[in-house]
């Protein structure tokens, strides 16, 4: 029996264009709907096309180098092939770092921040620990070299799932409403000015086609605009399945075992068209990445999406 080739879905004209001017690509959505895996894949592309790239992840268990096949590099930034930088951002290191650039020696620092005193007093600032580590992403962003250009020309951030992106997101705009002027609210105020410039920031929400994955996602895009004043400009729905047969195709004379497989195939992709429809009404482009039948999810899958990535952008 030949198996019919699937029918080509009728999306959206390209739209990684959506992204190809932004320095900072923010990742994010329900917990495991494949974002650090499509964060992975936004990082390679984009240091295939010539970007200096950098791509974090924010205080969680490092995955993001084991999907690019590298050793861990951990709370340094590091190089790990070409135009391709990774960091895994941790509270401890980000806050050293933070209050060296604010205190500029060392000495200071110790004697100031290895305070048991301070250190006890600093658990009541709100927010503290999120508002280093978005600084120092933030501060990367910044960052020249001696000749005047950005270190980094893009950094894709893997960022926390939903209630937690929510939270890490609106730092900047809780400290201003809590602190009074001073060091730490100038460093808010442009972290927050940051954040919400679309033309240097964009946010990528991901998705599966399920029904409580694309709830949140839903949820999620009002929540964002409403509490960080940051609108979302690309859904990714991940594992996208396309139909493959029609009525009659499902009607002809095939083995009754060949029929189930082929009925609950089209269940699926019922609900991967149902999931893209709902996902459309956000008024946002949709990316498709069609689900991989893979045995294993490391450089291989995310080749595989940078692959998606890369023909989307070359589409007419």
């Known amino acids: 029996m030949v198996i019919p080739a699937p029918r080509r879905v009728n999306v959206q004209p390209p739209v990684i264009s959506e992204l190809s001017d932004k320095r900072l690509l923010i990742v994010t959505g329900k917990g495991g709907v494949g974002k650090t895996t499509l964060s992975a894949a936004l990082a390679l ?15 969680a268990k490092e995955r993001v180098t084991g999907l690019l096949g590298k050793a861990e590099v951990g709370p340094e930034v590091t ?6 930088w990774a960091v895994n951002l941790r509270p401890a290191e980000a806050m050293r770092e933070y209050a060296l650039m ?5 000495s200071i620092y110790s004697a100031v921040f290895e ?14 620990q999120e ?14 070299k001696p000749d005047g250009t950005f270190r980094f020309d893009r950094i894709v951030v893997d960022a926390p799932a939903t209630g937690h992106a929510i939270t890490f997101l609106s730092v900047p705009q809780v400290i201003l409403d809590t602190v009074p002027p001073g060091a730490l ?34 949820e999620l895009h009002d929540a964002l605009k409403a509490r960080v004043r940051l609108t979302p400009q690309l859904v990714v ?13 499902l009607a002809a004379g095939l083995a009754d075992e060949v029929r ?15 999931s893209r429809v709902r996902l459309l009404t956000l008024g946002l482009p949709v990316l498709l990445v069609p689900r991989l039948f893979l045995p294993a999810f490391g450089r291989g899958a995310v080749e595989e999406v940078a692959t998606c990535f890369a023909k989307e952008r070359a589409a007419p």
């Open 115 to 128: 305070n048991r005193l301070v250190r006890y007093f600093l658990r009541f600032i709100p927010s503290l």
């Open 131 to 144: 508002l280093v580590l978005l600084g120092k992403i933030l501060f990367h962003l910044k960052e020249k």
């Open 102 to 106: 604010v205190l500029r020696f060392e």
């Open 45 to 59: 592309q984009s240091a295939r096309e010539g970007n200096k790239t950098l791509v974090c992840e924010v205080n």
């Open 260 to 274: 189930e497989v082929a009925r609950a195939h089209e269940v699926r992709a019922d609900l991967s068209e149902a």
């Open 79 to 84: 190089s790990i092939e070409d135009n391709l």
């Open 237 to 249: 729905l991940n594992g996208y399945i396309p139909r493959r047969f029609g009525p009659a195709e």
């Open 185 to 218: 609210a100038t460093d808010a105020t442009w972290m927050r000015d940051l954040l919400v410039d679309p033309k240097v920031t964009a946010l990528v929400l991901v998705s599966l086609p399920e029904e409580l994955p694309v709830n949140e996602t839903l």
